[in-house]
C-alpha cells in the first residue's frame, strides 16, 4: 500500500544515492528546482551511513541502483528510454544496467520449474544448465526436452521478485507525488503517469505468460519478414513464473568479430535492423521496445533473431498516421507541415503559434540534414525535439516517447554494425511505403467501409441512442417510454446515406 511506511524505504533509497555520490548528478539531470534540491540534502545528508555501499567501480548512478536491488536497476532500465525525464547524459549512464546479475541458485531454478508445471523435472528435460544469463527479473537455462530431445531455453523468474518489485514501486509513486508538488512544472512531464506506465510494464514482465502471448503476437505479425525470426514458445512447458522457448542459435549481434568471420554482411545487417523496427512500428503498432544489442542475434543464415519479450511496445492506427506523417515531413524538410501536424493531433496546444512552431522545428532539422552521414544522429533529434516541445507546453506522451527512445537504441546497433550509416535514407522506403498505403483517398474509402461496419452493429438502436444524447443535453423533454419503430428504418436511411458518401468520395478519386 501507498503511504508513510514507504518513508523508510525512501530513506534508504536517498541515502545509498548519497552515500554512491549520485544525489547531486540525478538532481542535476533532472533539473531539480531548488525547494527539492534543499528538501533532499537536509533529510539525506545525516543518514547517509545507512545507504548500501554498491560496487565502487560503476559510475555513481548506475552504482546506487544496482546496489538498492533487481526492481531499481529494472526502473533504471526504463528510465533510460525516458530521456525527456532525466536527461540525455544519464539516460545514456542507465543504458549500461546490463543482464549480468548474480544469478540464484540452480537448485531454486528447478524447484520453480517443477512447481509450476507440476511435474519432475527430470520427466520434463533430460539436461538442465546452469545459469547461462541473470536478469533483474529473471534468469535463462539452456534444457533439452525429454520427450523429442530438442534444446530449450527456460526462463525462471527470480524467487521472491513479485513482492520486491511492489513494495518498490510504492515508493516510486510517493516520490512521484513529491515531485508534482515541490516543482509544478514537471507535472507537464506527468510524473505519476510514468510511474504507472512502468508499473504496468513491469507487471508485464512479472507473468511470464503475457510474456509468451507477446512472443507469439510477434512472431505471428513478423512471420513474413524476410531476414528475420522470434523463437517460439513452448506453451506445454510454460507458465506464470516459467516460460520455455526454442533456443536461438546464433552469433551475438555486438561480436563484430564472429560476425565477420561468418560472413555475414553488416552493412547490410545495419540497415535491416533500423527498417524492420520501423516496418514493425508503423505497419505493425507492435514493436520490440528492447532492441537493444544483448537482445538480438545474428542467425547461420543471416537472419536476426530478437530475444526477450518483457518490453513491447503499442501504438493505436491514428498515432501511427500521425507519426508517419511527422517523419516523413522531416525526410521531407516539410517542417511547415510537421508543425501542422503537431496542432492537428492535438500534441501543441492550440493557443500557440503555427508559424513559429515550425521555425523552431527547422531549426532542429536543419543542422541534421546539413550534417554528413555518420554524424546524423536521431539521438541529436530527439534532444533538440525535447527542448522545443518544454518550450512550447506539449504534453509527454509516453507511447511516443518509448518509440522514439526505442528508435535511438536501434539507430545505435545500426550504427555499431555500419558506422556510415545515413538514418533517413535507410527509413525513407519503409515511410514513403506506409504514407503510400496508410494516407490518401483509398484509406478513406477503407476508413469509411470500416465505419459504415461498426454503426451496422448499432443501427436498429441509433434513433434511441440519438434521443438519449438529446435527452440529457436538455434538447428536448423526456419523452415516453414506449419502443421506437423507427429502428430498422433508420439504419436503412443511414446506410444509404453512408453508401452514397462512399461513392461520392470514389468518383472524387
Avoid at 543471416?302 to 506523417?325: K, N, P, Q, S, W
Wanted: a neutral charge; hydrophobic letters at 45%.
Amino acid at each position: 500500500m501507498r503511504g508513510p511506511h514507504n518513508f523508510w524505504r525512501l530513506l534508504r533509497t536517498g541515502a545509498t544515492m548519497e552515500r554512491a555520490g549520485a544525489m547531486h548528478i540525478a538532481m542535476d539531470a533532472m533539473d531539480a528546482p531548488m525547494p527539492l534540491r534543499i528538501v533532499a540534502r537536509v533529510l539525506v545528508w545525516p543518514f547517509k551511513w545507512l545507504g548500501y555501499r554498491g560496487d565502487p567501480s560503476l559510475p555513481p548512478v548506475v552504482r546506487a541502483v544496482t546496489a538498492l536491488g533487481p526492481a531499481y536497476i529494472k526502473f533504471g532500465q526504463l528510465f533510460s528510454t525516458r530521456p525527456d525525464l532525466i536527461g540525455e547524459k544519464m539516460a545514456d549512464q542507465l543504458q549500461m544496467l546490463q543482464d549480468n546479475l548474480p544469478p540464484f541458485a540452480t537448485s531454486i531454478a528447478r524447484k520453480m520449474v517443477e512447481d509450476e508445471l507440476g511435474q519432475p523435472i527430470d520427466t520434463l528435460f533430460s539436461e538442465f544448465s546452469d545459469p547461462i544469463a541473470a536478469a533483474s527479473i529473471a534468469q535463462v537455462h539452456r534444457a533439452v526436452r525429454a520427450d523429442n530431445g530438442e534444446t530449450v531455453a527456460v526462463k525462471v523468474l527470480r524467487p521472491g521478485i513479485e513482492q520486491a518489485f511492489r513494495r518498490d514501486v510504492d515508493a516510486f509513486y510517493l516520490v512521484a507525488s513529491f515531485i508534482e508538488w515541490l516543482s509544478p512544472a514537471s507535472r507537464r512531464l506527468r510524473p505519476t503517469k510514468v510511474i504507472e506506465h512502468f508499473e504496468g510494464v513491469v507487471l508485464g514482465e512479472l507473468d511470464l505468460r503475457l510474456e509468451a502471448s507477446s512472443a507469439g503476437q510477434f512472431g505471428v505479425n513478423t512471420q513474413k519478414d524476410a531476414g528475420f525470426q522470434v523463437p517460439k514458445v513452448d506453451w506445454q512447458m510454460s507458465g506464470r513464473r516459467v516460460m520455455t522457448m526454442d533456443w536461438a542459435e546464433g552469433v551475438a549481434i555486438h561480436d563484430l568479430a564472429a560476425i565477420d568471420a561468418a560472413g555475414h554482411d553488416k552493412v547490410a545487417l545495419g540497415s535491416r535492423v533500423l527498417q524492420l523496427f520501423l516496418s514493425h512500428a508503423l505497419r505493425d503498432g507492435y514493436f520490440h521496445a528492447d532492441m537493444h544489442q544483448g537482445n538480438l542475434k545474428v542467425a547461420a543464415n543471416g537472419d536476426i533473431i530478437a530475444l526477450d519479450f518483457g518490453i513491447m511496445g503499442h501504438i493505436d492506427d491514428y498515432t501511427r498516421r500521425v507519426y508517419a506523417e511527422i517523419l516523413f515531413g522531416f525526410i521531407r524538410k516539410d517542417f511547415r507541415r510537421v508543425a501542422e501536424v503537431h496542432f492537428e493531433a492535438g500534441y501543441v496546444p492550440a493557443d500557440k503559434d503555427v508559424d513559429e512552431f515550425a521555425r523552431a522545428l527547422r531549426a532542429v532539422g536543419e543542422p541534421i540534414f546539413g550534417a554528413n552521414a555518420d554524424q546524423i544522429s536521431m539521438a541529436r533529434l530527439l534532444s533538440y525535439l525535447f527542448e522545443v516541445t518544454e518550450r512550447f507546453g506539449m504534453a509527454t506522451r509516453t507511447e511516443l516517447i518509448l518509440l522514439q527512445r526505442t528508435m535511438v537504441v536501434v539507430e545505435g546497433v545500426a550504427r555499431s554494425l555500419d558506422p556510415e550509416i545515413n538514418i533517413w535514407n535507410v527509413s525513407q522506403p519503409i515511410v514513403e511505403q506506409y504514407i503510400q498505403e496508410n494516407i490518401g483517398p483509398k484509406v478513406m474509402l477503407r476508413d469509411l467501409v470500416r465505419t459504415v461496419r461498426v454503426l451496422a452493429r448499432f443501427g436498429p438502436k441509433l434513433p434511441e441512442m440519438a434521443e438519449a444524447a438529446l435527452v440529457r443535453q436538455g434538447d428536448i423533454p423526456q419523452p415516453t417510454p414506449k419502443k421506437s419503430p423507427l429502428g430498422a428504418v433508420g439504419l436503412v436511411v443511414l446506410g444509404a446515406v453512408l453508401g452514397g458518401a462512399g461513392i461520392w468520395v470514389v468518383g472524387l478519386f
